[in-house]
């Protein structure tokens, strides 16, 4: 089994410029949340993905938006790059069944 | 709103025991969830508490008081690979993948 995979796992954009982050559940897992994660804070959540819709949002702009593919693997876009979004981007999926969430090592995106 | 604290950082000794504390307010409850997370990984999951007491697992023990708003996750018999942020976090009421996180404790364990 291999967890949750995301990709890239490091990368540095320019302010303005657009970004799509990359993330594949474990298997059997159908819900995936997206989680942003400033250095030395806690995660943060962004949204959730559930049957290829966006399910929940949190505190977060338009310009963080997202997808959900037939096979459960998900998106997420964020337009019009600022320093600020310069954060540790986790992937986290899971299902009815199962008690927790599992995370995906996450992508490392610095903004410059 | 969701507010959930827990200490930044703590330094324990090899071989000792620490206890990292987390209280919360949030307006629903579904579980309080402790993650471990090293420097550049993915937070794992190390245990779960949704009725009051003590959950045991190994050298790991959490402990959770509803009426209180309080929990705890207990190290024993630590070791050097247990130097890693701990967080804290607890399970939305209506949504079982969304979780509201502590900033985390980074504990320090030293020779």
């Known amino acids: 089994d291999a967890g949750v995979t995301q990709s890239p796992t490091h990368l540095i954009k320019t302010r303005g410029q657009q970004v799509t982050l990359r993330c594949s559940p474990k298997s059997g897992h159908d819900t995936v949340s997206w989680y942003q994660q400033a250095l030395g804070q806690g995660p943060q959540f962004i949204f959730q993905y559930y049957e290829e819709e966006e399910r929940q949002r949190g505190n977060f702009p338009d310009r963080f938006s997202g997808h959900q593919f037939p096979n459960y693997s998900s998106e997420l876009n964020v337009n019009a790059l600022l320093l600020g979004d310069s954060a540790l981007y986790l992937c986290a999926s899971s299902a009815v069944a199962v008690t927790e969430a599992f995370f995906g090592q996450g992508t490392r995106l610095t903004v410059v | 709103g969701q507010n959930i604290d827990q200490p930044t950082e703590m330094t324990a000794t090899e071989g000792a025991i620490v206890q990292i504390n987390c209280t919360y307010q949030?307006?629903?409850?579904?579980?309080l969830f402790w993650y471990q997370q090293h420097a550049g990984e993915a937070p794992t999951f190390l245990s779960y508490?949704?009725?009051?007491g003590l959950e045991e697992k190994g050298r790991f023990s959490s402990f959770l008081s509803r009426s209180k708003g309080y929990s705890y996750l207990l190290l024993k018999e630590l070791q050097m690979k247990d130097s890693a942020s701990y967080l804290c976090?607890?399970?939305?009421?209506?949504?079982?993948?969304?979780?509201?996180f502590g900033s985390g404790t980074k504990l320090n364990v030293k020779p």
């Open positions: 949030t307006s629903g409850f579904n579980g």
């Open positions: 976090a607890v399970r939305d009421q209506n949504n079982f993948n969304k979780f509201y």
């Open positions: 508490n949704v009725l009051d």
